[in-house]
């Protein structure tokens, strides 16, 4: 019954490696975003999809690349990991306006090595 | 362009007492949100209350409520009874209801329940 959910919750691989994390939300949502939390816990927007479509792309790397194959999935992939990549990912998706319309995934951690 | 503010990297307060976390804003769009989310250690980020720009009222929910000064831009939020759960991150975020809807979040606060 998971409304938002990530996989894998934990990710060790070594530098240079490419790897995905997947995010499948049941909840019907329109819209779809990763957010990043560094080692000093702060949260920042990566991407955001809306039914598909790209419309937040803030300062990543273009070593991140986002693909929404639907409006219920939006995965991260990251090309040649670089130890400042090793953070949480927090996968979140969104609905109307109101305060319980934004939902969070569990995280994962990423670790490079 | 949205700033959140928390000002209290840290916060020690004794069981049962009451605790209010503080949160400034700056938007320049008059209709937005206003989030508190609960990060405990085991990492998940958990909703605890919402205020939009335009409610009359403050959001209270069980026992946390959110004392929302829309002229000083302030959006504290109060734990009342606190509780040796309590004790996690606590962040502050902000969602402009127009056009790409992304959370701009604060530093956080850990608050440390004593017993």
């Known amino acids: 019954d998971t409304a938002v959910s990530q996989t894998p919750k934990y990710l060790v691989t070594q530098m240079g490696n490419d790897k995905s994390i997947k995010c499948e939300q049941n909840?019907?949502?329109?819209?779809m975003y990763w957010y990043k939390q560094d080692s000093k816990k702060f949260l920042k927007i990566m991407f955001s999809?809306?039914?598909?479509?790209?419309?937040i792309n803030e300062t990543v790397p273009n070593r991140f690349s986002p693909k929404s194959p639907d409006k219920a999935h939006l995965n991260l992939h990251i090309n040649s990991l670089e130890l400042g990549d090793s953070a949480v990912y927090f996968c979140a998706s969104s609905q109307g306006t109101g305060g319980n319309g934004y939902t969070f995934g569990s995280g994962t951690r990423l670790t490079v090595v | 362009a949205q700033k959140i503010t928390q000002t209290q990297p840290g916060m020690f307060v004794q069981e049962k007492e009451a605790v209010t976390l503080d949160c400034t804003y700056d938007?320049?769009?008059?209709?937005?949100?206003l989030f508190w989310y609960k990060q405990p250690s085991s990492g998940e980020m958990i909703f605890l209350i919402y205020q939009g720009s335009y409610d009359q009222q403050n959001a209270t929910e069980g026992r946390y409520s959110l004392n929302f000064q829309k002229a000083r831009k302030s959006a504290n939020l109060v734990i009342s009874a606190s509780q040796l759960g309590d004790s996690a991150m606590y962040f502050c975020a902000m969602r402009v209801l127009q056009g790409a809807q992304k959370l701009v979040f604060g530093q956080g606060t850990r608050l440390t329940i004593n017993p």
């Open positions: 909840l019907g949502h329109d819209t």
């Open positions: 999809y809306n039914n598909k479509e790209l419309i």
């Open positions: 938007t320049s769009d008059p209709s937005y949100g």
